[in-house]
């Protein structure tokens, strides 16, 4: 059980970092990110959820569709912190939504506990950026 929590509090932090720009120091989006980031994700909720290959399967493509959409909102120079946490918010509000039918009601239940600390580790960055 440690081990899983180990693995999904690492893949809140890599999702935070790449969500807060704290992986990439330009302001312009990388090229070609989003296809080792999609895997890297994949591959850590598969661990982390312990995935079998029919629900990797099924939970790629929607990776994939919100992979631009969190760039588009990381790197956007129009919106304020606030605003891309609510955008942020709203796209991991989708994912879950398309996501939650294909797991087993454990592997919800300790997704909904990585995303409740995804979400408080938000806030307290936001917080210290005012």
Excluded: C
Excluded at 6 to 20: H, Q, T
Excluded at 22 to 30: G, I, V, Y
Excluded at 34 to 40: L, M
Excluded at 83 to 109: G, M, N, Y
Aim: avoid cysteine; proline fraction near 5%.
């Amino acid at each position: 059980m440690k081990t899983v929590t180990a693995i999904l509090m690492s893949f809140v932090v890599a999702v935070l970092a790449v969500r807060l720009g704290l992986s990439h120091n330009s302001d312009d989006p990388p090229a070609s990110l989003t296809k080792h980031e999609v895997a890297a994700k994949l591959e850590t909720l598969a661990k982390g959820l312990q995935l079998d290959a029919v629900q990797k399967k099924k939970i790629l493509p929607i990776l994939q569709q919100e992979a631009p959409q969190l760039q588009a909102v990381k790197y956007s120079r129009s919106l304020s912190p606030l605003e891309k946490a609510v955008q942020l918010k709203q796209i991991s509000s989708s994912f879950d939504e398309r996501v939650q039918p294909l797991l087993t009601p454990q592997q919800w239940q300790k997704w909904h506990e990585v995303r409740a600390e995804e979400n408080r580790q938000l806030a307290q960055k936001l917080e210290s950026q005012r």
